[in-house]
């Protein structure tokens, strides 16, 4: 019935077909059978979240991916209390919510970013830490679960609601993203053409509060922040224009992911750490290759 | 639209008083610009020179009086896009961002309308090349900005306000930063932008030398507006310092305003 299925009915077939040339032992698992979720969720998750990064990084707004995310766990904590078994749409409600209020704060200047996000990152992870524990010891969370990624676990329920966040934030972006980029680099000039800064602003935290949400599941709660800005942080580093920037964010971002996912199958280790691990190795590779490789073979530019 | 709205007429203020903050910054200042006039606005620091700027843009809202663009309201929608914003280019725009001349020219025809789904039409790319090169950065089209000079940068901003094709362009101390070889040729697109493309221009400095070389007509604003006139019957920049405190009365073109008593 959901939107996940539809879209593995599609994409199954093609990966069951590559399946016999991957390499490695149990990396072939993800595209055949067993993990299909897995991986299908974790590139849906690198291509919104490096769409999406690319603006945070340049509106300075990076670490809203990190606090949306504990924002969206102390949601989590809730959903499971009231016994609801989609709990991530608990999730969704919390951060969204909290999205919108670190909005609303920085734009009347009542609080600076960086404190407002960290009063709802506190606030409300605590808040449902509170709630479950009070709520009598009889419920236990997973809670490295969700710190720490558990992305071998994505069940039909999750591929849904990942599926659906990310076909409607990719396209709410391509459709925003002229503006958006017009509003980032100079509010007022945007203003005075006539494109709403305030209505795009909070839409986009919107979608940002959306597409943390469905990552929380697939890299958890600390990691969010490794796909959200570490791919669009190096794209920068070789990017000439926005749009080039927007293109190698997708191919570090991707990159990762596999190389990730294959590292971590191979070595039985924590999926999401490991994707962070070589997000942020690219990163630095990248630089140092910027920094000191490239003025060596061209002594005479500096 | 409003009895005084004349054709010529691109911006009438009337007795505007505006605060900021609960202070009263500008009061009762009442200025015409006309179709094709180059105006400097100049005045020193906290005369209010920014706060008139967003008054015109319609970011800050009036306590008094009233302003009108094109015989309307600052931003309704028989107005909005009809104004080009030019801020100071070397500390408006953010640092941490690639984006090539170019893609900053075409954020300069987004409009309310086309926001969201803009097609890049034939007309659309003409206008951004015709942008290019009335600015003069044709070969500089796909340079990241932050490898411009200072006054390159600002040409390129320039750029994105002629893009939007406004009439009405406001700069807000646009020779900041910029080289004074550079600050010459800044000065003379402004002047063919005023002479041969049409454009009526506002624009804030405090650079006196700089207003004086190009525009027709200036006003001084401290306290109110202490002079109001044509550029060449500015009086000595001696003079203009003996008369910060005066009062001004009411605004006459052309003399200044012996306030006070």
Redesign the interface.
Known sequence: MGTGSALMSVVSPFLESIAPFVPGETFPHYFSGLFQNALVASVLVTIVAGFLGSFL??R?LSLIGDGLAHVSFGGICVGIVLGSSSPLWFALVFSTIAAILIFEMQRVEILTGDASIAIFLTGFLAFGLLVLRLSGGGISIDVEGYLFGSVNLTSEKDLDLIVYISVVSIISLS??Q??L??V???P?????????ARGLGLFFSVITAAVVVSMVQVVGTLLVTALLVTPAATS?LV???????LIWTQVFGLTSVIIGIYLSAEMVAPTGSMIAVVAASIFAVVGIYQSLVIPLLKPGDN | MSEKYSEDSILTIRNLSVSRSGEEVLESISIDIRRGEFVGLVGPNGSGKTTLLLAI?G?LRPMGGEVLVFGHVP?CKHN??M???V?QAAT???K?????VR??I???T????N????LMTPDIRERIDRSLEMVGLTEMA?A?LSSLSGGQLQRAVIG??LA?DSEFILLDEPLVGVDRASRNSLLRLLDDLCHNHGKTILMVSHDLAAVTQTTHRIIYLEGGIQYDGPTEELPELSELANLRGIEHVHSVHGEWHKGGK
């Open positions: 990084l340049v300075n459709l925003i002229n503006g980029l017009a980032t680099i100079d007022l000039a945007a203003t005075v053409q006539g494109i709403p920068q990017g000439k224009s926005f749009r080039s920037c | 843009l970011i931003a909005l896009g104004v080009g914003w801020p408006q725009l953010p941490n961002i690639h984006i090539t893609e900053l075409r954020l300069g987004l409009n309310q309308d926001f969201l789904w803009r796909d990241d994105r306000a939007s």
